[in-house]
C-alpha cells in the first residue's frame, strides 16, 4: 500500500488501443488534463490502426506513447502477448500512480494484467457488464470478467452492473456507479459544432454498424441479405459504415456493394458518425456502445445479437434484442418503419446509460482516494487478511 500527497498530481496512464476505448475514456482524458490533480498520459496500444487514429483529436491530451501491436489477421494471443509485454515496458519506465482501462477489449485486459504484474492499482471504467455467457461475445465476455478481478475501482455505468460485481463478490466499497461515459462524449461533441450527416436522400433513413467476431462469416453473410430484403423497400437509404476488419469486409462487400438503397462507406469519424445517427430513424447493430448512443439520441435500436451486456436499453424499450436471423432482421425493421405507435414507443422509452455525469464521478472518486490520508493499494483487504 502507498499513500500520495495531494499537493503533487496522480500520474495517470491511460490505456486505449480501439475505437470505443478512445471515445469512451476520451471525456475521462479531457477532464484530468483541465485540473491540476491528475497529471494524464495516453498509451495507445495500435490494436486498431485507422480507426483508433481517426478518434485521437477527442482525447486532447498531448502526452502520448504510441505502440504498434496491430498485424493484420494476427491471432488473439499474439496480440495478448505483445500487448502484456509491451504495456509492460512502459509501466516500468513510466511509473504511473494508476493505470486506466475501458471496457473489455483485449487491449483493456492486458492494460490490467501489466498493471497488476507492475504493481499498479488498477481503475476500471464501464465495469460490471455480463451477458453470464462466457464466449459470448467472444472474448470480451472473459475480458470482463477478468479485469474484475484485477481492478482497484470499478466504475459500473448502471446499478445491475454494480450488481453483477457484487454477485462475483468485488467488495461494495470498491464499486461505483456512475452512469457510462459513452454519454458524456456523445453530449460533448454535439455541443461541440456541426459536423455532416452521411445520408444523402430523405427516405426512410437506417444506419447500420456489424463487426462482433460471433457474428462474421455466415451469419453476417445471412444479415447482408436481410439489408438487401430491406432495400428492396425502395423507400429506405441504408448506410454501413464498415469496419476496418478484413473478415466483415470480405463477407459484406460481396453481398452489399453496389446495391441500391446501400451506402458502404469507410469508418466516421466520431463528430461524423453522431451527426449521421442524430439523422437517421432507425439504428440496425451489434456494437456496444451504439446501444448506448441511440437511445440517448430516441434512436429505436435493433440489436443483431444472441446476447447482450446492456439488457437496460432492452428492458426500457428503447432497443430489441433480435437476434441474427435474417427473417427476424427484416421482420422487426419492417414493423418499426411502418407502424409509427410501436416506433414512438421506442423512440420515447429513454436513456438508462447515464445524464452526462460519469466523468466528474469518476474523477471525484479517485481524487478522494488518493488524497494523502488514504491508502491506494492493487485491491481492498480481503476477509482472510491479518487486521
Ligand atoms: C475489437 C474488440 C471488440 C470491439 C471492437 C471495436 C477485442 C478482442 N475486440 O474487435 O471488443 O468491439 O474492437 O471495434 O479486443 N483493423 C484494421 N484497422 C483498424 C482496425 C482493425 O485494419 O483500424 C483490422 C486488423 O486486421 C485487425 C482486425 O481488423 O486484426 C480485427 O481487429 P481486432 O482489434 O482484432 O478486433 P475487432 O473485431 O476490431
Ligand atoms: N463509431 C464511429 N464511426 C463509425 C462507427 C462507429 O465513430 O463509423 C463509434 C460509435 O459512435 C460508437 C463506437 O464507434 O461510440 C462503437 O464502436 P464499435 O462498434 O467498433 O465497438 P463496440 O462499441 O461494439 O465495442
Not at 473489455?104 to 460490471?128: N, Q, R, S
Not at 454519454?183 to 460533448?188: E, I, R, S, Y
Not at 452521411?198 to 462482433?212: G, N, S, W, Y
Amino acid at each position: 500500500m502507498s499513500t500520495h500527497s495531494s499537493a503533487v498530481p496522480v500520474r495517470a496512464m491511460l490505456v486505449l488501443g480501439t475505437r470505443p476505448e478512445a471515445i469512451k475514456l476520451a471525456p475521462v482524458a479531457r477532464a484530468m488534463a483541465a485540473g491540476p490533480r491528475f497529471e494524464p498520459f495516453v498509451v495507445t496500444t495500435g490494436q486498431h490502426r485507422e480507426m483508433l487514429h481517426q478518434m485521437l483529436s477527442l482525447l486532447r491530451v498531448d502526452a502520448r506513447i504510441a505502440l504498434d501491436v496491430m498485424r493484420t489477421r494476427q491471432q488473439l494471443s499474439d496480440l495478448t502477448a505483445r500487448l502484456v509485454r509491451e504495456l509492460g515496458d512502459v509501466m516500468r519506465e513510466q511509473r504511473p500512480d494508476l493505470v486506466v482501462v475501458q471496457g473489455d477489449t483485449t487491449t483493456a485486459l492486458c492494460g490490467a494484467l501489466a498493471a497488476f504484474y507492475e504493481k499498479i492499482p488498477v481503475a476500471h471504467v464501464e465495469a460490471g457488464l455480463r451477458t453470464g455467457v462466457l464466449d459470448n461475445p467472444f472474448p470480451e465476455e472473459l475480458n470482463r470478467c477478468l479485469i474484475s478481478r484485477i481492478a482497484r475501482w470499478h466504475f459500473a455505468p448502471t446499478p445491475a452492473a454494480a450488481g453483477h460485481l457484487a454477485a462475483e463478490g468485488v467488495p461494495g466499497e470498491q464499486v461505483f456507479v456512475t452512469g457510462n461515459t459513452v454519454v458524456d462524449n456523445l453530449l460533448w461533441v454535439l455541443a461541440e459544432g456541426t459536423a455532416a450527416s452521411a445520408f444523402r436522400t430523405d427516405a426512410r433513413r437506417i444506419l447500420v454498424t456489424l463487426h462482433r467476431r460471433e457474428n462474421q462469416g455466415e451469419r453476417m453473410r445471412g444479415m447482408g441479405r436481410a439489408l438487401t430484403r430491406l432495400a428492396a423497400r425502395g423507400d429506405v437509404e441504408i448506410v454501413l459504415p464498415l469496419h476496418k476488419s478484413p473478415a466483415v469486409r470480405e463477407v459484406l462487400l460481396p453481398e452489399l456493394d453496389g446495391r441500391p438503397g446501400i451506402s458502404l462507406i469507410e469508418p466516421l469519424d466520431y463528430l461524423d458518425f453522431a451527426a449521421t445517427l442524430a439523422e437517421c430513424d432507425l439504428v440496425l447493430t451489434d456494437s456496444g456502445g451504439i446501444q448506448e448512443e441511440a437511445p440517448s439520441l430516441s434512436k429505436p435500436a435493433l440489436v443483431l445479437r444472441t446476447t447482450t451486456e446492456r439488457p437496460e436499453a432492452v428492458e426500457a424499450g428503447a432497443a430489441r434484442l433480435i437476434g441474427t436471423d435474417p427473417e427476424a432482421i427484416v421482420t422487426w425493421a419492417q414493423r418499426l418503419l411502418d407502424d409509427p405507435a410501436e416506433y414512438r414507443r421506442m423512440a420515447r422509452a429513454g436513456n438508462p446509460f447515464g445524464d452526462g455525469t460519469a466523468t466528474t464521478r469518476i474523477l471525484a472518486q479517485l481524487a478522494e482516494d488518493f488524497a494523502a490520508d488514504v491508502p491506494v493499494g492493487l485491491t481492498a483487504s480481503g476477509p482472510y487478511s491479518a487486521a
